[in-house]
């Protein structure tokens, strides 16, 4: 499944969408394994992670049809 | 309450005004937050919204639910522009209409706050002296 990528999260990464390792199964796990992929992201204030559009605690689990996302510190107004 | 939420490439502080007019409001609370020319003292040439719309929609609808549920509002707007913006253009527009222009103040304030907090839309900044940030 694709995970979306904004802001500098895009930036750091080099993509707008990127493939979620099969093992990652809950929110903890994909923040873990993103800032081992991407140690550029461990410079952002903070890295929140939207599962089906709402920002989701890290002990949520992620299924294959959820719709995820990586959220970088907003900077809308 | 009515309300109207909109994220596109050009908003208007007239449309926002046109949304909220009603015979039964007495305080009307227009706020425009539009692109500077210049952050801590460098001058910025331009700035590039981008944004998470449906997400984005998703959270300003939250707000506009917690600001139903904390005041007597009649009517309220929420716009936000995306793409390149120039200095002076119209970033974000929010209008609130109440019976008495002191909640209208309160609500207005919350809902800009609030946007800046949780609604998944980024700027980035084009400075003249060619950094990004």
């Not at chain 1, 140690?39 to 952002?44: D, I, K, M, T, V």
Request: net charge negative; proline share 4%; hydrophobic share 50%.
């Amino acid at each position: 499944m694709g995970i979306l990528l904004f802001g500098v999260a895009k930036d750091i990464t080099g993509a707008a969408m990127l493939e979620k390792p099969a093992q990652v199964r809950d929110v903890a796990a994909l923040k873990a394994w993103l800032y081992e992929a991407y140690p550029g992201l461990q410079q952002l204030k903070s890295m929140m992670i939207a599962v089906n559009r709402t920002y989701a605690a890290d002990s949520q689990v992620i299924n294959e049809q959820d719709e995820v996302a990586v959220i970088p510190p907003v900077s809308g107004g | 309450m009515e309300i109207l939420i909109d994220i596109k490439d050009t908003i208007t502080v007239q449309e926002a005004l046109d949304f909220i007019q009603s015979p039964a409001c007495g305080g009307e609370v227009i706020f425009a937050g539009t692109v500077r020319n210049h952050t801590k003292q460098r001058p910025v040439l331009k700035l590039f919204y981008e944004c998470y719309e449906a997400m984005a929609i998703s959270e300003m609808q939250k707000i506009a639910t917690q600001v139903q549920e904390r005041w007597e509002i009649q009517k309220m707007v929420m716009l936000h522009a995306v793409g390149d913006k120039y200095p002076g253009d119209i970033a974000v527009v929010i209008a609130v209409a109440a019976a008495h222009r002191g909640i209208a103040f309160d609500a207005c304030e919350y809902v800009i706050d609030t946007l800046k907090e949780t609604v998944p839309i980024w700027k980035k900044e084009f400075f003249a002296d060619g950094e990004i940030a």
